[in-house]
């Protein structure tokens, strides 16, 4: 049983601006149940300022995990929502589902066809904007692996 704490940090540095461009701090703990984690960054001159974000995820049953995400930034009063599942049907599909507070819902089907080939499905539909075709997205992939 593995329980665990990990701690980590960036910084980018622009030659061209000979300047620091962003930076980050991050922490997580998991266990064979769920993990937590937090991150703080902060992308200079943007405008959203520093970014605070915490998510979960649980393992509910070994066939089906959830998670969530909530991120908040310095400089704007709205925080950012999402919540997805992941489930196995057997052991070649899985389904995952994903809802955001920005209206995006997300799907995927990813079936294992071989020891060498996997396909899989996806799409992203805009629930605000459900009538301008260009906000929704299908991808297709057919991964081929020696």
Partial sequence: ????????????????????SK??????????????????????????GMVYTGSYYHKVTPKMQCGTEVSKSSKKSDVALAFGCQYKLDKDLTVKGKVDSEGMLSA??????????TLTLATTVDT????????HKF????????
């Fill in 1 to 20: 049983m593995i329980k665990a704490f990990t701690f980590g940090a960036s910084a980018d540095y622009s030659v061209a601006k000979s300047a620091l």
């Fill in 108 to 117: 995927s089907y990813k079936h294992k066809l071989s020891n060498v080939s």
């Fill in 23 to 48: 930076y980050a701090a991050a922490c997580q703990y998991v266990s064979p149940e769920f993990i937590v984690a937090t991150n703080l960054s902060e992308a200079i001159g943007k405008p959203d």
């Fill in 139 to 146: 991808g297709l992939v057919l991964n081929l692996t020696p």
């Fill in 128 to 135: 605000v904007n459900l009538a301008e075709s260009s906000k």
